[in-house]
């Protein structure tokens, strides 16, 4: 079974616009992370975030954890293109190595 | 390209047939993962090895499915008696226990095809 769940499944914008997707989970965790995967690709590690952080940044990427609501947003500002992928968030738990990912959400950015 | 290589990138067998895959982790990794991932889904755990040790299993690891570590350095998944329920991508990670860091580097996958 996959602990963390994306939300929503698939979300189509336009470029320029924000995009927003929300992971949530189940059970306690060490650490959480998102990763992007193009079509038949592989996955691509983007940001991770600690238990006891809050809110990180890289570049256009911003993630939020509520370890209280146990949930992760990922917002990606001023979307392009080049953006269109699927993206995963993955749950680094507690007493694991190997992470839980969830069923993802698909990004489409309209030119 | 993460760094993490996976051979082949695709494999067509017939039911029953036997098949192994192989990943080259990145080189200071001691960490291994198998995933595998079906359309539409995320990748599900299969197996974990730090250096040779196979350490964690999942339940989707059937007795058909085994995975090697020879010398800590690159692994091989291998499938015995395919079914039309294995075709899936094969995806391969590593990581680094020295750096402390827990992102793994993904392979492109190998993507199965039981016909």
């Known amino acids: 079974s996959q602990q963390g769940e994306e939300d929503p499944q698939a979300l189509s914008i336009q470029e320029g616009e924000n995009a927003t997707m929300n992971c949530s989970y189940k059970t306690s965790i060490n650490n959480l992370q998102w990763y992007r995967q193009n079509s038949g690709r592989g996955l691509v590690h983007l940001i991770l975030i600690r238990s006891n952080e809050r809110e990180k940044h890289s570049g256009r990427l911003r993630v939020t954890l509520d370890t209280s609501k146990k949930s992760s947003s990922l917002l990606i500002t001023a979307s392009r293109a080049a953006d269109t992928a699927s993206y995963f968030c993955?749950?680094?738990?507690?007493?694991?190595?190997?992470?839980?990912f969830g069923s993802g959400t698909r990004l489409q950015v309209q030119p | 390209d993460t760094g993490v290589s996976q051979d082949p990138r695709h494999k067509i067998t017939k039911r029953g047939q036997n098949v192994t895959f192989r990943c080259d982790p990145i080189s200071e990794h001691n960490r291994l993962y198998w995933y595998r991932q079906t359309l539409g889904q995320g990748p599900e755990f299969l197996t974990y090895f730090q250096n040779e040790a196979q350490l964690e299993k999942s339940r989707l690891l059937s007795d058909r499915f085994s995975a090697e570590r020879p010398k800590g350095s690159f692994s091989t998944l291998e499938i015995q008696r395919t079914e039309q329920g294995d075709s899936a991508m094969y995806l391969c990670?590593?990581?680094?226990?020295?750096?402390?860091?827990?992102?793994?580097?993904f392979g492109q996958g190998t993507r199965l095809t039981v016909v």
């Open positions: 990670a590593s990581s680094s226990y020295q750096t402390g860091a827990d992102e793994a580097f």
């Open positions: 993955a749950i680094g738990g507690t007493g694991r190595r190997a992470l839980t």
